[in-house]
């Protein structure tokens, strides 16, 4: 049995294991884990075999691009590295459902999202090798850069959508944050502006289970999904390992941002099947059995599955599949190491849009400090 304290109830850790992984009777689910349809009426969505193959090609590449950026920081080419195994499709379903023109904000763990939108995976690693800050226009991809302090990229988002709201745009803001981030004061600050002001953003939260080592059961006493009706906005729970139940549960939240419906929270119930990041031993606080459980509900399998049994699939089509992650995988490694790294004076640049003194000052300040390196001479 779990601890227990005045008004938490009696219910044993193997109920509450299991709702972890079942997610519930109120789980949006249209891709069983056995590869099976099961259709909702309230979320109707066909893809053709083109996109099928498309699809589970995304959730191939992902994966791929993440184990190798996690190989390559254990080869020390990265500082850090934050895994998004097993969320491969609440992230590549979500990024899908959005439009060419609406705008993602994400943590520091959306490579999927990253992956459709069209940023070069090799973008991502300059940021975590230290020799960028971001490296990608987040205008040209409608994808704003990675954000580490947890739940503030909550509110720019908001802000970000009550000034597309105020143009009179068509356009819509998907926004993404943890389970432990819910729990962050600026998200509820961003509930509460998102709700008042009507705004056209899709809170979308990625519940793999794991605030880092606290489970889920210490963030909340109800489901995540659940707080949005204290806000006064609909909040709905999906199966976050189903590319298609989640595609078609944000696109009817972004459709309805767009037709002035205001908020909605969308809960991905997924699993985090690596570490939180690569500076973390997820084996000190979880149980081999809970993860060889969620292992029954890959999202890549379901996909795969689904796709023989129609034939849409063939073997020739998914050894390809399986080559063109090869090639990105070399093509990361590569372009990794070959990474130039930056001069010191270069962290003084992009921090205004004008010279600052302050800035200037410091910049003169580190020039004739390393200078006088250069002055002493060899062996000094």
Not at 7 to 19: A, F, L, N, Q, S
Not at 140 to 157: K, M, N
Request: hydrophobic share 40%; charged share 25%.
């Amino acid at each position: 049995m779990l601890p227990s304290w005045p008004g938490r109830g009696t219910v044993g850790r193997d109920e509450e294991v299991r709702v972890a992984i079942d997610g519930g009777p109120e789980l949006v689910q249209l891709l069983t884990p056995e590869g099976v349809l099961v259709p909702d009426p309230r979320y109707p969505i066909e893809l053709t075999a083109e996109q099928w193959r498309e699809r589970y090609e995304h959730l191939v590449m992902v994966r791929r691009l993440d184990a190798e950026a996690t190989s390559l920081q254990r080869h020390g080419e990265l500082g850090l590295w934050a895994p998004c195994q097993g969320q491969e499709a609440a992230q590549v379903g979500a990024a899908l459902a959005t439009r060419p023109g609406d705008r993602i904000f994400p943590t520091y763990r959306e490579h999927g999202m990253a992956y459709v939108r069209g940023v070069d995976p090799v973008t991502l690693l300059g940021l975590f090798r230290g020799t960028t800050l971001g490296g990608w226009d987040p205008d040209e991809h409608g994808f704003s850069l990675y954000t580490v302090v947890i739940g503030d990229q909550t509110l720019h988002a908001v802000g970000y959508a009550m000034g597309i709201q105020r143009d009179g745009s068509d356009e819509a803001v998907l926004v993404c944050f943890g389970d432990g981030a819910s729990s962050q004061g600026d998200v509820a600050e961003a509930f509460v502006f998102a709700a008042v002001n009507e705004a056209p953003v899709v809170f979308f939260c990625q519940n793999n289970q794991w605030a880092i080592s606290e489970p889920l059961e210490r963030q909340s006493r109800i489901p995540l999904f659940k707080r949005a009706a204290g806000y006064g906005f609909p909040g709905v729970r999906v199966d976050g390992n189903d590319v298609l139940a989640v595609q078609a549960v944000v696109e009817e939240a972004l459709e309805r941002a767009r037709r002035g419906g205001g908020p909605t929270l969308v809960e991905a119930f997924t699993y985090r099947m690596g570490a939180h990041t690569t500076s973390d031993d997820p084996t000190r606080y979880r149980t081999t059995a809970e993860g060889e459980a969620w292992k029954l509900k890959d999202p890549i399998e379901r996909v795969r599955a689904h796709m023989v049994r129609s034939g849409i699939a063939t073997a020739e089509h998914l050894a390809e599949v399986q080559r063109r992650a090869d090639a990105l995988g070399a093509h990361m490694r590569t372009a990794c190491r070959a990474m130039p790294d930056p001069t010191p004076l270069s962290m003084f640049e992009h921090v205004y849009a004008d010279e600052h003194p302050v800035i200037a000052r410091e910049r003169r300040w580190l020039a004739a400090y390393l200078a006088g390196f250069a002055d002493a001479g060899p062996g000094s």
